[in-house]
Nanobody, 120 residues
């Protein structure tokens, strides 16, 4: 299991930007597909963006065009650049592996997450 530490969250006004970071504990991070997930108060956790080990990126429709996921394998770090933030983006953001063929909702390991709050 790769251990992760998320950072970069904060309070921002609608329309603003934040850059989240996900630091992984192992250099084999580079072999993993990784995802950014978020959980809003009273809602289930959702996958919002993911990047394969080869660098292919994917986004859910609600963040497409506003969020950019990237990774720097030399630093064992993944990023989420969030622009044009909306109040509905308010959530705790987590990073984790996204193992192909598995049900990520069943994952038992999660980092502490980083809180993103967008005010209107």
């Amino acid at each position: 299991q790769v251990q992760v530490v998320e950072s970069g969250g904060g309070l921002v006004q609608a329309g603003g930007s934040l850059r989240l970071s996900c630091a992984a504990s192992t250099s084999i991070f580079r072999f993993y597909d990784m995802g950014w997930y978020r959980q809003a108060p009273g809602k289930e956790r959702q996958l919002v963006a993911w990047v394969t080990s080869g660098g292919t990126t994917n986004y859910v429709d609600s963040v497409k065009g506003r969020f950019t996921i990237s990774r720097d394998n030399t630093k064992n770090t993944m990023y989420l650049q969030m622009n044009s933030l909306k109040p509905e983006d308010t959530a705790v953001y987590y990073c984790n592996r996204l193992s192909p063929g598995t049900d990520w909702t069943k994952y038992t390991y999660w980092g502490q997450g980083t809180q993103v709050t967008v005010s209107s």
